[in-house]
């Protein structure tokens, strides 16, 4: 008998996994902060307009996302790499770094980091963790405004990251979609892509969304609650 192909992985995450350690989504917010509807912190525009009002914006974020923890469903993730090494990968839109605290080691951050910033002028990027930030807006040694290093509205994904994700679609057997609303792109075209080249795609979300009719199998639960077992079944297979 042939032996069995190496099974393949992938995951795409959003922020739903994160709920559960505090961290709000964007839509069950209300999709304002502080009266400022999301998209004008988050988009290049506002960014012209306001950088200091955009800075306040992602200082509360680093300030909430580094008061969370990781959950059972980050560690589950964590858990599967930990089994499948190099046939697993991790995609995420999530930018709170819960992941890589969880213990996953490579993580596909599609939308960036709040924990990283880079320069409006001269492409400095680096990793800048100092919570809050001791001034507002921050600047590179350059002079120049640093932004934050995330993928706002309008704007593309980093292309290495977002064509490493879709390799692993392409060429997973398993897709797992978890935490995710399934509205924002590319992001969600990775579930339909996986789907398209024959893998299996399992959703974790407590409510139906538009990528559920892509889905082999909707477990309507939180991710912290369910995640752990699915990866004991999906290791036992
Ligand atoms: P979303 O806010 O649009 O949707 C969240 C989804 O998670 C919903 O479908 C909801 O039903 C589901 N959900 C809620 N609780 C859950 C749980 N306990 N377990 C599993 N699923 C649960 O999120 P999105 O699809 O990631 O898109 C939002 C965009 O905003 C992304 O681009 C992301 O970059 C950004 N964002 C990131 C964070 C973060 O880093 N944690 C937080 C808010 C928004
Ligand atoms: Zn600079």
């Known amino acids: 008998m042939a032996p069995a192909p190496e099974r393949r992985v992938a995951a795409l995450t959003g922020a739903g996994i994160s709920a559960e350690s505090g ?4 839509r069950g ?28 914006f992602y200082d509360a974020r680093r300030r909430q996302a580094a008061s969370c923890s990781p959950n059972a469903g980050h560690r589950a993730l964590a858990r599967l790499e930990g089994a499948l090494g190099g046939r697993f990968t991790l995609a995420t839109q999530n930018v709170d770094g819960l992941h890589l ?3 996953s080691r490579r993580v596909l951050e599609l939308h960036g980091s709040l924990w990283r ?7 400095y990027a680096g990793e800048e963790r100092t919570v809050p930030l001791p001034t507002l807006s921050p600047r590179c040694a350059c002079g120049a405004l640093l932004r934050p290093d995330i993928v706002w509205f309008g704007e593309a994904l980093p292309t290495e990251v977002f064509e490493a994700a879709a390799e692993a679609a392409e060429s997973c057997d398993l897709f797992l979609v978890v935490g995710t609303s399934g509205v924002v792109e590319p ?12 893998a299996k795609v399992w959703e974790v ?4 969304t538009p990528l559920t009719p892509f ?15 699915l990866v004991d079944e999906i290791l036992a297979r």
């Open 23 to 26: 961290i709000a989504t964007f």
């Open 29 to 56: 917010s209300g999709g304002l902060w502080e009266n400022h509807p999301v998209e004008e912190v988050a988009t290049p525009g506002g960014f012209a307009r306001d950088p200091l009002l955009v800075w306040r």
């Open 101 to 103: 605290l969880a213990g």
């Open 117 to 123: 910033v880079r320069c409006t002028r001269c492409g």
């Open 187 to 198: 992001a969600a075209s990775l579930a339909r892509l996986a789907a398209r080249s024959g």
């Open 205 to 208: 979300n407590p409510e139906a």
């Open 215 to 229: 889905c082999d199998r909707s477990v309507r639960s939180g991710a912290g609650a369910v995640l752990d077992e």
